[in-house]
Each structure stands twice: as C-alpha cells, then as structure tokens.
C-alpha cells in the first residue's frame, strides 16, 4: 500500500509538469483552434535561454528565472509575427501544418547554436525533501510540482481577473465578434504565443532539473498530447486533470508493469491510456461536445 501511495505522489508531482504543457497547447488552442507541434522545440529553446544566464554568465537564479522566461516569452511573440500571424483568417489547419514544420526548423537552430551534446543542468534549490515513514519525496519532484502549479495559477488569474486575459478569452470564443467589438485579434494572438512559451520555458527548465540538457529533449513536449485529448483539447482544467492522470499513470506502469519485462513501457502506457479514454469519450474528459449538422 505504501508503494502505491509513493507511486501516485511521484506521479502527481509530474503530472503538475505535464499539465503546465497541456495548459500551453489550450490557450493557443482556444484562441486559433490550431495545435502547437513545436512545444518541445520551444521547451528546449526557453531552458537554454536560462541556461545561458545563469550557467554560462553566472546572473542569481532569482534575477536568470524572470529573465530566461521573458526571453523565452519574446521568441515566441517573435515565432508568432513571423509564421503565425500571416495565416490569421485562414483554416487552423494551416496554421497546426506550419507549427509542425516550425517544429523541425527550431530543433534545426538549437543544434546550430548548441550543438547535440548534452549539457549538465543543476539548480541548487532550498531542500524541501518531505520523508514520512516508509514515505520518501525528494526535493526536485517536489519543486517542479510547486513551480508549475504555481505558473498554471498565474495563467488562470490572468485569464479570469485581468483586461488582456478577458479579451482573449472572448477572442477565443469567437474571433469575428472579438474584432466587432474593437479587440485586436492579432495582438491577442501574440499575447497568447507569449505566455505559452513563457510556461512552457517553466516546464522545461523543471524537467531539465531532473538530470540534463539537450536538444532530444523536445520529445518531453509530447507528453502534452494525451494531457490535452485526455483533458479535453479545449478545458484549461481538463488541461489540469489530464497531466496529474498522465503522470500517475506513467507512475504507475513504471513501478508495477516494466518489472515484469515490459522496459519502456512507462513511455507508451499514456497514449495507451489515450484510445481508451478517446474510444469511450471522443472529446476527452472534459472538452466541448460539438454537434455538427450534415
């Protein structure tokens, strides 16, 4: 029983992670119905813009942290100018077919300015290692959970208590009626691009705290494709729900399944997970049902 407590805590506390990506597709998401497939490019790109500030030119953490995510919020603003915002008005299909090759192009200049090896990644963070008994949670999980749980409260109050988080939720409900009545769409979309770098920059560099730094990492930002059609492609907390159920359940079938000689089995248990859940609720757990007449 003990076991299993440990198992669902560790998966939470990476389940918090996961949620903060799945956030960062739903926004962007909600305000363009197009999908982010360059997420782990993007995840790579913010934790080396920190990297570079507080490894390579030695700035405090609490001075490195605000500045990598400010730069990680204008490449994405900049991102958005260049490839997303010519394709405003147009299907968000294509704008979902210029993200996936966006994708390839970052990795592409990652590697030509950082090369492919890998970079060591280590923040020296207060210990907040909690022990209970038999019960052990160490101090990076720990950290990471709190981090982007806290980034993912952030987001919310800005959505739901601030001007600019109105306007793109009214551009997101419909974009023709939000310019009717004077709003920009076309800034709102590059508010929306920024933040989601800036939380995906969060989730990067926690991810990065758990061992190293490299361009192969951009496979971590597939993580939030089941967290958003298992949440829901459209809830900000189906977004929630789907990284803490993703998490427990790579958890889960890291501790209990791959002993018995499934190896590599925790990577592909979430998308199993996934066409279950797809199969029984096509919208996720949590999105908007669409009724379409023919």
């Known amino acids: 029983m003990l076991d299993l407590v440990q198992t669902l805590g560790n998966g ?17 998401f909600r305000a363009s119905e197009a999908f982010n497939f360059a997420i782990g490019e993007f995840l790579v790109i913010g934790s080396f813009l920190f990297y570079v500030l507080f490894f390579d030119l030695e700035i405090p953490f609490i001075i490195a942290l605000p500045l990598g995510l400010l730069a990680a ?56 290692t909690v022990e209970a008994g038999d019960l052990l949670y160490l101090s990076d999980p720990i950290w990471a959970g709190i981090l982007s749980l806290v980034t993912f409260g952030l987001v919310i109050l800005f959505l739901f208590r601030t ?75 189906g977004a929630l729900v789907g990284g803490i159920i993703v998490g427990m359940c790579e958890a889960l079938a890291g501790t209990y399944i791959e002993p018995l000689g499934l190896i590599g089995f925790k990577d592909v248990a979430p998308y199993i997970l996934l066409l279950i859940v797809l199969f029984i609720r096509p919208y996720g757990l949590f999105g908007t049902v669409r009724i379409e007449r023919v």
């Not at 939470?12 to 962007?28: E, K, N, P, R, W």
């Not at 204008?74 to 147009?90: Q, S």
């Not at 061992?211 to 809830?235: E, K, T």
């Open 163 to 237: 001007r600019w988080g109105l306007a793109v939720r009214a551009t997101s409900e419909d974009q023709a009626k939000a310019m009717a009545f004077g709003i920009n769409a076309r800034f709102i979309l590059l508010i929306v691009w920024a933040v989601s770098a800036l939380c995906i920059a969060v989730a990067g560099i926690m991810i990065c705290n758990f061992g190293a730094l490299q361009v192969g990492m951009a496979y971590v930002g597939l993580r939030a494709i089941p967290v958003v059609l298992i949440g829901g492609m459209d809830s900000i907390g």
């Open 12 to 28: 939470i506390l990476v389940g918090l992670v996961y949620a903060l990506l799945g956030l960062c597709i739903v926004i962007i």
């Open 73 to 128: 919020a204008a490449v994405g603003a900049l991102v958005e100018r260049i490839t997303i915002k010519p394709l405003l008005g147009r299907s968000p299909l294509s704008m979902t077919i210029v993200s996936l090759g966006l994708g390839f192009f970052l990795r592409a200049c990652i590697q030509l300015v950082w090369g492919s090896h890998t970079y060591s990644f280590f923040l020296d963070l207060p210990d907040i």
